[in-house]
């Protein structure tokens, strides 16, 4: 039978959830069935819901929580894997398989660290997710692990590629719930390449968190996000984060209209930006664009020659 632990857990939220099953009833020394006859239910009915593979009910992810002392951590995740299974297109297998169910005693009490009933909403949504990344990284180890670094890396690039296709306000949260769990990563022991690629990962959570802010309207907390990228791409020594900062004000200066000043910002980003690299190539479009809108089409043509030979050096997965 497939593990749990190969899942993705920033793949989704079903993942997630079953990730953090699956180690926590490892942690606890208890197996799939082990932990259903504690839960009142059968063990394949609990391995399922750690491979993602079934549509798992509240009830079952209640009492497992109760079981596993998980302090509300699994309860939490319920809503938001279960939004998932009921979404258009979603394969939605029943909630309990045939011969999962058990003779179930009543639910446990609620104890004090019992999660609400009520649906969480965005905030409370993020909130679970990165406190049960908390949890699952608490109980294996004091320090930050390569695979729970790797998880967060992984949680950072699904962020930035759902920022195109989710409404700002909708996806700030998150952003912001993922930015505050890095906060608390940096404050523990770690080792000097560790340190780094965290510090990386906040730069691009609060640049993706400028960006956002920007198109929702709140120029200042844009103005604040990317100051504090381009500080951490600084301490990080990133030069592609730096110039992508750097660029992130070039492009707001081209929609205001700052033609003149837009044009300094994008060669300045382009003296930051390593040569081969989607910042560069971005850079590039905002100087020709630039040139454009000031009326040197001499400039703005050859602008764009280097957009398209920069564009040309790069790795295809770049690129794409």
Do not use: N
């Amino acid at each position: 039978m497939p593990e749990a632990r190969t899942l993705d857990p920033a793949r989704s939220f079903a993942a997630c959830l079953g990730v953090l099953l699956h180690r926590l009833r490892t942690l606890a020394g208890l197996t799939q069935a082990g932990l259903g006859r504690l839960a009142g239910y059968d063990g394949s009915y609990v391995g399922a819901t750690e491979r993602a593979a079934v549509r798992p009910s509240r009830d079952l992810v209640e009492r497992c929580d109760h079981a596993l002392q998980a302090g509300g951590a699994l309860l939490a995740l319920w809503p938001l894997a279960d939004r998932e299974w009921a979404a258009p297109g979603t394969r939605d297998p029943s909630p309990l398989p045939p011969g999962a169910a058990a003779d179930r005693p009543p639910p446990p009490g609620p104890g004090p660290e019992a999660a609400p009933l009520a649906d969480p909403g965005p905030d409370a949504g993020a909130g679970a997710v990165v406190d049960a990344m908390e949890l699952a990284r608490r109980a294996e180890a004091s320090e930050l692990g390569t695979a729970a670094l790797a998880g967060v890396e992984r949680a950072v690039a699904r962020l930035r590629r759902a920022a195109s296709a989710t409404p700002p306000r909708e996806l700030i949260p998150a952003v912001r719930a993922q930015l505050r769990y890095v906060g608390r990563l940096l404050e523990g022991r770690l080792t000097l390449s560790r340190h780094r690629r965290l510090l990386v990962a906040a730069g691009w959570l609060s640049l993706l968190l400028a960006r956002l802010h920007f198109d929702a309207g709140d120029r200042e907390a844009a103005e604040a996000g990317r100051d504090a990228a381009l500080r951490l791409a600084r301490q990080a020594g990133h030069a592609e984060l730096a110039a992508w900062a750097v660029e992130a004000l070039a492009s707001w200066a081209l929609v205001d209209g700052r033609f003149r000043e837009a044009l300094d910002l994008a060669r300045a980003g382009q003296d930051l930006a390593p040569p081969a690299s989607a910042a560069a190539v971005q850079l590039a479009l905002d100087e020709a664009q630039a040139w454009a809108s000031l009326g040197d089409r001499d400039q703005a043509a050859g602008a764009r020659r280097l957009a398209a030979l920069t564009s040309a050096m790069l790795p295809k997965a770049a690129a794409s």
